[in-house]
């Protein structure tokens, strides 16, 4: 296990629809979590703005928008959220090679041309909430998740990004495979407490950390519990007895 602090090995999903709700959460959670997610349902209700509000309070952001298109639209994309000062972004490792290869090289050179921090740029492998029957049946592909997930990210170090977005399911095969370096933030996070939701391919903090996982997003599994600071406070045991 590396020695990343266990305020920094959380990243919180504010899956909420505004600013309101967010910032209240940040500044609920601010002395146990470092990075907070922005994903589709917030930034497409409240923009752009709401990432400089968290940043205002000395947090860092992991904007989730998982950007899939067509390689000059992505790299604009990439460009922008650069330029918001985000630490950490994704887009889909199945919008090919090339897509990333030039989201990765606009984003270096924008940094390079206005003196910007360099985001981690992270690549979606297979989602967490799609089955092994489904990638099969009604995707259409012949291999297994495992293989395909093997696949993009070897495809995503290829392309200069920093890491992957997976399922715990893949973490210790990454982690065999890419090295210590290579960053592999784990969603569809569920302690043994809570139940699956639309998540097929989860598992416990605990499991997430001991498979070589660096960052967990927390979702449902804090902000969706009757006491979400019992809940998170439960999950930081965890991670810290991994
Ligand atoms: O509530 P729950 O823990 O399922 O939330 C998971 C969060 O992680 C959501 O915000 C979702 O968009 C995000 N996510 C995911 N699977 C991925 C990437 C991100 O569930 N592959």
Not at 26 to 47: H, I, P, Y
Not at 77 to 100: C, I, K, P, W
Not at 162 to 180: F, H, P, Q, T, W
Request: charged residues 25%.
């Amino acid at each position: 296990m590396s020695s990343i602090s266990v305020e920094d090995r959380v990243i919180l999903a504010l899956d909420v629809s505004s600013s309101e709700q967010a910032l209240s959460i940040v500044d609920r959670f601010s002395s146990m979590v470092n990075t907070f997610k922005v994903g589709l349902e917030l930034f497409t209700a409240e923009g752009p703005g709401i990432i400089e509000k968290i940043h205002q309070r000395s947090k860092k952001v992991f904007l989730d928008l998982k950007f899939h298109d067509i390689p000059n639209t992505v790299a604009r994309a990439a460009v922008q959220a650069t330029r918001l000062g985000v630490h950490m972004f994704n887009l889909h490792a199945s919008g090919g090679m090339e897509m990333m290869k030039r989201a990765t090289e606009a984003v270096v050179e924008t940094c390079l041309k206005e003196n910007l921090s360099r985001p981690k740029i992270l690549a979606v492998t297979v989602l967490t909430s799609i089955s092994d029957e489904e990638f099969r049946k009604e995707m259409g592909y012949q291999h297994s998740i495992r293989t395909h997930v093997k696949h993009l990210a070897n495809m995503a170090a290829e392309a200069g990004l920093d890491g992957v977005v997976a399922s715990g399911y893949e973490v210790s095969l990454i982690r065999k495979k890419m090295g210590e370096a290579f960053i592999i933030v784990t969603p569809g996070i569920r302690p043994t407490w809570m139940p699956p939701d639309d998540q097929k391919r989860k598992v416990t903090p605990k499991e997430a950390i001991r498979l070589g996982a660096d960052y967990l997003v927390l979702g449902r599994a804090v902000l969706g519990q009757k006491d979400p600071e019992k809940a998170l406070e439960l999950i930081r045991l965890e991670i810290l007895s991994a």
